[in-house]
């Protein structure tokens, strides 16, 4: 019998149970039994959890319907076991009624001579209530002596050590991108059979680890009969809370060490170290580590909050775990408001470009980024490089990035989506764009300024609507004439064939070029 739970097959060994005899459901013995009641009526929903073992002289089941209807509603409800007395009411089980307590392992016991109900319930309740009682001491010894060892420098194997001590069965400790830990462990045609079985199997509880929020690990238990007690789902949540803190301290213990090697990070990203003496410094954090791509990723903090250093920490965890999750390998380190990301990948170019826009495609979707969005934070992503010699590169396109989007609204914080911003990033660095737009722009321009008019936003929803009238009017919300009336006037303006060949990409650039160098000024 176990310490921590009653089962069908623990119940017949009590005294008033030596004139019952199992009549079906014998595979069934195994069940758990956390309750017992007598209950003499067909309709037992109202008054059933689960796991009850329930008594019955039989008085409401003389008629089949009502024997059968009150056995499914039994096994529906999950209960542990029918006991039945025969007598007055009962001197047989249909053999209908055998077949399906059979067919779902539903055990029915029989009492062949009178047996005091009111005794059986006091003593299953006293034994249940003992074993509860057991059960938490165990559980506040089991908590005690994990938080006397986190005192003590625990590692993972450790826990794992206690966990399997105490439950005496199989374990699985799974951390996304990293090979299961079995313990004890097991060969490898097990380990894959265990790890190909559904999460919702029976023979499996698993335990999710999040870490800041994100889903870092399970702790998994195997058991063959898929019978697991109270008490060893509370040891597993005990003992996933204690990875998770453990988990927690080696990120900390990460940060500690980017502190560290933030001055190396700083000469890397401004191309102050050789091409040896990068590979030296990544071999000393990753000995076997294969490079192929890379690229510099930048979270902006917002300049209109004050920054606490809690809420930086935080995201620097989010962000490294959501990297390391993804098979990168991040150095970062903070500069002014800026927390810079190095991500090192096996893949090329493109599957890392491709693996990074899923990556931040999911995070779009998170309430973490939603949060860091409405209070201002902003992210950008520079050239993903072949090479680590041009990280720097990849920095100062990241930068342009960041600026890009503070100055236009974006939907992307890519710098590979951004080209033709880019562009015009760098010809305003080289000549005066402003003169540019304005040969081109200025009738509009001054038009909307003298007759407080829309024709410049009309002009700029008409090329993005690729010349449909119907969509421009629809997105102005304006009726046709209105838009035919300011099409007519942009044509006195711009000429008849603005909109064909070199004229229209030329106002599409102009109008991209107006939006970031006007929102530049007023900045």
């Known amino acids: 019998m176990s310490q921590y739970k009653l089962q069908v097959k623990d119940v017949l060994e ?39 073992l329930v008594l ?59 047996v005091p109900f009111v005794r059986i319930t006091q003593d299953l309740h006293n034994q249940i209530m003992n ?11 089991y908590s005690q002596t994990l938080n006397k060892n ?160 809690e809420d930086i920490v935080y995201s620097k965890l989010y962000y490294r775990n959501l990297f390391e999750q993804n098979g990168f390998i991040p150095f970062l380190f903070e500069r002014k408001s800026y927390v810079i990301f190095i991500l090192l990948h096996t893949k090329d170019c493109k599957a890392s470009r491709e693996l990074l826009n899923t990556l931040f495609s999911t995070l779009q979707k998170t309430d973490f980024y939603k949060k860091q969005l409405s209070q201002g934070y902003q992210l950008a992503i520079g050239k993903v490089v072949s090479d680590v010699v041009e990280i720097p590169k990849s920095y100062q396109t990241a930068l342009e990035t960041l600026y890009i989007c503070r100055k236009v609204q974006t939907t992307s914080f890519f710098y590979d989506d951004l080209h033709l911003y880019h562009l015009i990033y760098k010809l305003q660095m080289q000549v005066d764009l402003q003169e540019v737009i304005q040969d081109y722009l200025q009738p509009v321009i001054e038009y909307d300024k003298k007759y407080n008019s829309k024709l410049l936003e009309t002009l700029r929803v ?26 007519k006037k942009l044509e006195s303006l711009l000429g008849e064939n603005f909109m064909k060949g070199h004229n229209r990409i030329t106002l599409e650039f102009m109008l991209l070029a107006s939006s970031l160098i006007e929102d530049k000024t007023q900045n």
């Open 131 to 141: 074993q509860q009682y057991f059960m938490i001491s165990s559980l506040e010894t």
């Open 56 to 114: 019955t002289t039989g008085i409401s089941l003389q008629h089949i319907e009502d024997f059968t209807f009150f056995v499914e509603s039994l096994i529906e409800k999950n209960c542990a076991a029918l006991c039945i007395e025969y007598g007055t009411y009962l001197q047989t089980i249909p053999e209908s009624i055998l077949s399906l307590a059979n067919r779902h392992d539903f055990p029915i016991i029989v009492f062949h001579e009178t």
């Open 150 to 309: 986190a005192l003590l420098g625990q590692t993972v194997d450790d826990i794992l050590q206690s966990l399997y001590e105490a439950l005496r069965t199989q374990i699985i400790f799974s951390i996304k991108g990293r090979d299961a830990i079995f313990f004890p462990n097991m060969s490898l045609a097990k380990r894959q059979h265990l790890l190909k079985m559904p999460k919702s199997a029976s023979q499996l509880k698993h335990e999710p680890i999040f870490i800041v929020d994100q889903h870092y690990a399970d702790l998994s238990l195997y058991r063959a009969d898929g019978l697991f007690s109270e008490f060893e789902l509370l040891i597993l949540d005990r003992t996933a809370t204690a990875l998770a803190q453990l988990l927690m301290r080696e990120f900390y213990i990460e940060e500690k060490r980017d502190i560290e090697d933030a001055t190396i990070l700083a000469d890397w990203i401004d191309h102050k170290l050789t091409k040896e003496e990068i590979y030296k410094f990544i071999v000393s954090h990753h000995s076997n580590f294969t490079y192929y791509s890379s690229a510099v990723f930048i979270l902006s903090s917002p300049y209109t909050i004050m920054k606490v250093q």
């Open 14 to 52: 009590n005294a008033h149970f030596k004139s019952a005899e199992v009549v079906a459901g014998k595979d069934g013995l195994l069940r758990i039994v956390k309750w017992a009641h007598v209950i003499e009526i067909v309709q037992v929903d109202n008054f059933l959890a689960g796991d009850e």
């Open 462 to 487: 008409y090329l993005q609507t690729n010349g449909s009238k119907q969509q421009t009017a629809n997105q102005l919300f304006i009726v046709r004439q209105t838009l035919y009336h300011r099409l």
